[in-house]
């Protein structure tokens, strides 16, 4: 069956192998299929939610563009733009706005950790961003969209609005109810040095992280110093009950190979951890490395990348310039 696919990616720099493993990998698969259409957005209004440098987020912007290239997402198949190029976004995320109960948003997960203990210092913006996130994905009809764990409730808040607007405005339909996407095993990629903490872009420590633009020498240095415990590697799964670092990295090591879990551990169950972090550090470089040479590689070339997220965003204009006219002749304007 021929999917419409939809999914954004934040322009906050480091990204790292958590978005390489839980979205990234997912999008140059799906890219791949000749049936599927496939949109993949540099979501540059969600970014400032939370202060941004100007020149910084210009840059971010192209690197996050030059990511997706070098990962292997095709820019003449699919579509690559970045998100405050087309207005609709802001003016479908307003009337979703209107439309959507503040309880519903006070559920938010990741408003609560984003936030923290300060949230009355928050911006509204960060409240209101899973908002901004369903108009995205329905302003292109997506029927699947590709994510981490961690945007699976804002998944679930998008197919919620969609119901209620059909609802309300007697137009059954009119909003396609999107399905995530989620890579069952390795959806939540964890800290190198905290397996109960998602390996993420904040976290002040760059020795938690491996960066999609880190060097061979960096990543063997950072998994040769990744958290373990002093077991072997166990032959079974459920021994990896209370091991979250060792269960981080078998996954990690199964995820880049596209093998399961069980059959990483039947390679190495009984072995220790030094051997298979070696092993591990080879894999992760032969595959991280050509893809921040090539991202390097594309920053330097901004009028390539300036063109390609121009040419993406004209095409998703067309797209969801359509749809929010429609959506406004329903709510009456
Ligand atoms: P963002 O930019 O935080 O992350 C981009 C993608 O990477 C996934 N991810 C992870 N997956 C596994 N393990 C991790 N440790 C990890 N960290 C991040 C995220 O789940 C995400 O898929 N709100 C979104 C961007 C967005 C979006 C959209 C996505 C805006 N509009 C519409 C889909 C559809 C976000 O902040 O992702």
Not at 211 to 229: F, G, M, P, W, Y
């Amino acid at each position: 069956m021929s999917k419409k696919i939809f999914s954004g990616v934040q322009p906050t720099g480091n990204l790292h192998l958590g978005n390489y493993l839980g979205a990234i990998k997912n999008f140059v698969e799906l890219g791949k299929d000749k049936e599927n259409e496939c949109i993949y957005c540099v979501v540059d209004l969600h970014a400032i939610t939370v202060k941004q440098d100007k020149d910084q987020l210009k840059n971010n912007i192209r690197e996050t563009a030059a990511t997706f290239i070098a990962s292997g997402i095709d820019p003449n198949k699919n579509i690559i733009f970045n998100q405050s190029k087309v207005y609709a976004h802001a003016e479908g995320s307003w009337i979703l706005s209107c439309l959507s109960p503040m309880g519903w948003l006070n559920r938010m997960t990741q408003f609560k950790e984003k936030a923290g203990k300060d949230k009355e210092k928050a911006s509204v913006g960060l409240y209101i961003y899973p908002i901004l996130m369903a108009s995205d994905i329905l302003l292109y009809d997506a029927t699947h969209v590709p994510v981490g764990e961690d945007q699976k409730q804002h998944l679930e808040l998008t197919r919620d609005i969609a119901h209620k607007f059909n609802k309300e405005f007697a137009c059954e339909d009119f909003f396609k109810i999107p399905e995530p996407l989620i890579k069952k095993n390795f959806s939540r990629i964890m800290s190198l040095k905290d397996g109960l903490k998602k390996m993420s872009k904040s976290d002040p420590s760059d020795l938690s992280r491996i960066n999609l633009t880190d060097s061979e020498d960096d990543i063997i240095n950072k998994i040769r110093k990744a958290k373990t415990d002093s077991s072997p590697i166990p032959n079974e799964e459920r021994e990896l009950k209370d091991r979250p670092e060792a269960e981080n990295l078998l996954r990690i090591y199964s995820s880049i190979l596209n093998q399961t879990l069980n059959k990483t551990l039947d390679e190495f169950g009984g072995k220790n951890f030094s051997e298979f972090k070696s092993q591990l550090a080879e894999i992760l470089s032969s595959k991280i490395s050509p893809i921040s040479d090539e991202t390097r590689k594309l920053i330097s070339d901004k009028e390539y990348l300036d063109k390609i997220l121009l040419e993406g965003a004209s095409k998703a204009e067309e797209i969801a310039g359509k749809k929010i006219k429609e959506m406004k002749q329903i709510i009456g304007f």
